[in-house]
């Protein structure tokens, strides 16, 4: 989304996707030219020592934390261990931004730092409403300073609004205007398989987000489900892969979702991994496959026009090869 609004105001150069970062932050910097404006880097964090690996490497101008989840647990150990690694980021940088609605962001110390986010503690970039249209866009009312403005994003999810004011924030610090950043948010291209809607010639719609799954991720997808079920007078029907990489957390992650599924009254559920047996014995609704291969043919069988259907999963159960079969030209779905 930076990378969005920023190459419009001058050559920017950013990491690319899905490649680990001890390898794809040397590759982004010696990407840069002498007429480079705009540097971004992604500093993703999985084992403990790794942000002071890139603090060698860079010292921002402006460290971003877009928010501290459970994720790579099983290697960093507790939340807290991923709070304190990610927090190195903000050691060698001159500006901070954080994230306002996260407790551990609001814990994190900074001389210059600027929150954004929905509540009142967002002093910077304030997301005053965001909603689904029928479109399937996010409508945002975004206020940052002394500027209120419309942001219309090609994406589904008030998540995804609290990366927009993210983006915008940092933005705004690097001098762009409201119009620039709403002309580039408007123009961001979703990468595939980030809750990426999926129309099928039957009426059918899927919510294509196999990229990756975190418990935190996970409830954003099943809000949308939701809502966009209610919207659109549709049934939802949520398969769902097991959420790797959670070490200790992995039972009370995996319950926490089949609980927030019975609360909502989500009576479909289909599930793979062995860590979904707690979802299901939560939910108590769904069935727990063997492989993708049984899962695909009862999903071919169940499916109708008048579903709502979410993928989430983490991305080693090849969930996406799924979501590809099911949409393929003269599939029986």
Known sequence: MLYSILAQAGPTVKTADSITSTYNIP????KCRPGTRFLILEMGVEYQGDMDFY????APDIALITGIYLTHTSFLGSLESVATEKSKILKLATVAVLNADDPLCLSL????THYFGFTSKANFARIHSSTITPNLNTFIDLEIGESRFPVTLPLLGSHFAINAAAAAAVATLLGCSPGLISSGLSEYHLPPHRLQPLRLPSGMLFLDDTYNASPQAAFASLDTLIFLARLLNKTPVFVFGQMNELGRYEEPAHTEIGEYIRKNDLRYLFAIGPATDHTIT????????PNLAVLESDLRHFLRASHIVLFKSSRSWHMDQLVENLTKPNSSV
């Open 55 to 58: 603090n060698w490497l860079v």
């Open 282 to 289: 939560a939910a108590h609704v769904g069935h727990r496959y």
């Open 109 to 112: 110390v900074h001389p210059q």
């Open 27 to 30: 590759t982004a910097i010696l």
